[in-house]
């Protein structure tokens, strides 16, 4: 029995929830999400509330149920108050710059790395060091932070590369000279 799917997910009354043919669509202060569920599962929404319901119990079926609750469940926080990820970069020389709709990584590289910024997405800078991911939707937030953080991961000797804000990284103790 799946817990997380049979979770009741509340609806504040900024956010209207509507279920046409397996499409659920989120509409909030922030914006508009949807997505599709999967043909064996089934969304009743209630005065203020969605629950989500199996319709068999196959193992891919029950799999998808707690899946979807919530990823509805990140659809209503998104479109009501969003998602934030902070990002900093650590490294003599090592800066973040906004360029439009473009940022431009300084990571000890030959070459500044250009990374385009998608629509849905805003990026803030705080300072040339530290920068603040936002959007509706937690997927393409975090896998946009994830892909930024690729581009010079922190390595455990020094400490340098771009991290998450907060993010513990184990140190390490570089070689020793023999006596």
């Not at 979770?7 to 043919?21: A, F, L, M, Q, Y």
């Not at 922030?30 to 319901?53: A, P, Q």
């Amino acid at each position: 029995m799946s817990r997380i799917g049979n979770r009741v997910i509340k609806v504040p009354t900024s956010v209207t929830v509507e279920n046409n043919s397996n499409i659920v669509t989120v509409k909030g202060p922030k914006g508009e999400l949807s997505y599709e569920v999967n043909n064996n599962l089934k969304v009743n929404i209630l005065e203020g509330s969605v629950t989500v319901e199996r319709l068999n119990e196959d193992k891919q079926t029950k799999a998808m149920h707690g899946t979807t609750n919530a990823i509805i469940t990140n659809m209503i926080e998104g479109v009501n108050s969003g998602f934030s990820k902070g990002l900093e970069i650590i490294g003599v020389g090592y800066r973040f710059t906004l360029k439009g709709n473009k940022l431009v990584v300084n990571a000890g590289y030959s070459h500044p790395v250009e990374v385009e910024i998608p629509k849905e997405i805003e990026v803030e800078s705080v300072s040339n060091t530290e920068i603040v991911v936002k959007g509706i939707d937690k997927e393409l937030v975090g896998e946009f932070a994830a892909n930024i953080r690729k581009i010079r991961k922190p390595e455990p000797y020094k400490g340098k590369g771009i991290r998450y804000k907060g993010e513990y990284i184990r140190r390490k103790e570089g070689k020793k000279a023999s006596k």
